[in-house]
């Protein structure tokens, strides 16, 4: 799901990653959610933060996260309350 509003930058396959999906927020934040089998959003959808990214696979998929704020990759535990 998606963790803010944003715009998706990128969604589609990228090497070691599986299929990742990219999205920006507005004031130079990015999200990037990677590990996803399944994509369910398009570059240039206008997302609600908690609309669906995509599906992760069968077993034990594994689900990355990261947060950026100008290029800049940050712990997003700081930012959870």
């Avoid at 396959?13 to 990219?22: C, H, S, T, V």
């Avoid at 290029?71 to 700081?78: C, F, K, V, Y």
């Amino acid at each position: 799901m998606a963790p803010a509003a944003g715009r998706v930058a990128f969604a589609g396959p990228y090497k070691g990653y599986g299929l990742i999906a990219i999205i920006e927020h507005g004031g130079g934040w990015t999200s990037l959610v990677t590990g996803l089998a399944e994509l369910d959003c398009r570059v240039g959808d206008n997302l609600v933060a908690g609309a669906s990214l995509g599906r992760m696979g069968p077993g034990r998929p594994v689900l990355g996260f990261e947060l950026r704020r100008a290029g800049q990759p940050l712990n997003p535990l700081d930012f959870v309350r």
